[in-house]
């Protein structure tokens, strides 16, 4: 498998506190991967790693199947926390000083202005914009260069609804034309549902799953709802000791492949148990998500 950004054992310790454990990430062309995970789980720290802007104390990074990381660093563009805009000048003069890396005409900074939806600003200065305009400005930026991969720090932070869906379609629609992209963000929202690949970050350590194989997890969970959820579960850790579920109050969902249903069923009823619901039924992606992120 060729992974264009691939990480081994990456770590990065603050002080004496890890802030990114042995992260492993498997990126490939054309993928969209989504760095979920709550405040502070590692998110940008993992992304500066990659990005240079920290360094490593441990573990290795191949950018483009390259361990010369800093050649990779020159077709990957990012945007990180806020971006650093010049607040006394407009949208284009901003796109214009930061093309100094990456000699841009005019007509690609309108077009790119154009597509991050701030084409119409005019001479308005950047410093009067709304969140959601720093950010398609930052986005514009990440843009300059014509990068094959955009690294997004929760690119979306600030927006309202029709802004996600707006970036949301900006990221699609450079994706169809060939651009990778990592993005992080908190939730699961409309931008991490874009996502063919998500990377789950709790307390600096990384679990990849691909988007497929998530769908997959969720489908198999065969959902219970019962009157007693306590009960409904010690009598399952005690006749189906190889049976896993999660307990979410009074709603059991069962993740073992192929369980028996009906004998699970008539366990629970044998037992007093009144179970009202018995299906199969995928599990919610963001029951998934919030299992995984730590409560
Ligand atoms: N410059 C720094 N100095 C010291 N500790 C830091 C620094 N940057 C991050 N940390 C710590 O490292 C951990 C991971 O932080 P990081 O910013 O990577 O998380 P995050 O997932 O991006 O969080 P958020 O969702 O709030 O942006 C946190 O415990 C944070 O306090
Ligand atoms: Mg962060």
Redesign the pocket.
Known sequence: MDYIIETRALTKK??G?I?VKDACVHLRKGDIYGLI?????????LMKLILGLVNKNAGEIKLFGSENADAGRRKIGSLIEAPAIYKNETAFENMKRFSYLAPTTDDEIKRLLDLVGIGDTGSKKAGAFSLGMKQRLGLGIALLGSPEILVLD?PINGLDPAGIKEVRDIILDLNAKGITFMI?S?ILDELGKIATVYGI?SNGTLEEITAEDLKAECRSALKIVVDDGEKAASVLRSEFPSVEFEKYGEVISVTTQGADAAALNRALVAAGVSVYELKNEGMEFEDYFIERLGK
Do not use: C, I
């Open positions: 603050y002080g506190k802030a995970g709550k405040n502070g789980a590692g998110k940008t720290t929760e992080s908190h970050m």
